[in-house]
């Protein structure tokens, strides 16, 4: 009988007895649509809703069940994204045939998250990002690989152009450096605003980056 109890009580601690969990929630999405001839928009999408940031309001829509893609409606407004296109239907307007813009989707989706500032490089590909309180996501290895620190306060060489954030913790040593200059991503050949350079453990990473806009 205490044996059959303390196998109980294991079971519980570990969570064998728990039942099935209930899947995660996919996480938001951010989209920057342009609609040719007329005005584009952002979509934020999330579980069961969509923000969509238009040029004269922003409103939220409610998910609707559609036979493909993803369906919003509210407000006399019908939001149907399918894929990288989608369709904004509007009360006394024709529908507007729109495509997501996948490189500026990037920069508004950590605009809308609070990103302070945004990097990334190639040859390996990695991203970084800096946000409120200088926490720092160091994202390697096509994502498989991911570092969180939090840096201490910037040190930072007016002159020069140049401010670094050191930050340690969890067996892992990071220096972030961002220099003010030009800089081309080497990949899609877009111009950004500052030269960074990202040491984690001895590994050294190079790239481009801005502040989200």
């Not at 196998?7 to 938001?28: E, H, I, K, N, Y």
């Not at 969509?50 to 922003?58: C, D, E, I, K, V």
């Not at 894929?83 to 920069?107: F, H, Y």
Request: neutral net charge; hydrophobic residues 40%; contains cysteine.
């Amino acid at each position: 009988m205490r044996s059959a109890r303390l196998a109980t009580l294991l079971l519980l601690a570990t969570g064998a007895c728990a039942g099935p969990r209930a899947p995660p929630s996919p996480p938001a999405r951010t989209f920057v649509y342009d609609c040719p001839p007329g005005p584009g928009f952002v979509a934020r999408v999330e579980p069961g809703a969509a923000w969509l940031f238009l040029p004269a309001r922003t409103v939220r829509l409610l998910a609707t069940p559609a036979a493909s893609g993803a369906l919003f409606e509210g407000e006399g407004i019908t939001y149907w994204s399918h894929g990288q296109q989608a369709t904004l239907e509007r009360a006394g307007q024709p529908p507007a045939e729109c495509r997501n813009d996948p490189a500026r989707a990037v920069w508004e989706d950590a605009k809308l998250r609070g990103v302070d500032f945004r990097a990334s490089g190639n040859e390996p590909a990695w991203t970084l990002e800096l946000s409120e309180r200088r926490r720092i996501v160091l994202v390697t290895g096509l994502g498989a690989e991911r570092a969180e620190l939090t840096a201490g306060p910037p040190e930072t060489d007016a002159a020069a152009g140049r401010t670094a954030y050191l930050a340690e913790g969890g067996g892992h040593r990071l220096l972030l450096t961002i220099e003010a200059g030009p800089c081309t991503d080497s990949m899609s050949g877009e111009a950004l605003a500052a030269r960074v350079t990202v040491r984690l453990d001895g590994v050294e990473y190079r790239g481009c980056g801005r502040a989200p806009h």
